[in-house]
């Protein structure tokens, strides 16, 4: 009778033991997605505060990545999310005048700038 009860916990442990690492880089592959849809969220709403500064018609120009922040931090706010002026990985957004429209940058997962995982926007600000 106790063999019997010991069986399915000896099988169970056995495929978490073989699938453990299978299993592991599914449930990170998820929360990246996660992050990085975040990440996305707060740079739509920042490219929205940006476009509402710009209905006058005027060029939206940052004199520094310092000044975007503190635009940032002034114009969007998000529930319960914290700081709107970094990405889900708590690196400051960059951002820049493009031909037509504002390009944001996230440094993405691994917070280094110009690399494959850049979660980047341009947008056309301008044309409403």
Known sequence: ML???LIPLVVMAGIGAHSGGAIKERLTGAATAR???VTKQRIM???EAIR??????EEVVFKSQGDLRTFIKKN???R????????FWGTPFKGQPAR???TL???GPDKQFGSKDDIKTTENVYDF
Do not use: W, Y
């Open 52 to 57: 509402l500064e710009a209905a006058d018609g």
């Open 35 to 37: 992050d990085k849809l």
């Open 76 to 78: 969007v706010r998000l």
């Open 3 to 5: 063999v019997s009860r």
């Open 105 to 107: 940058t996230s440094a």
């Open 80 to 87: 319960n999310q914290g700081d709107p002026s970094v990405d």
């Open 45 to 47: 709403s920042i490219m």
């Open 100 to 102: 037509g429209g504002f």
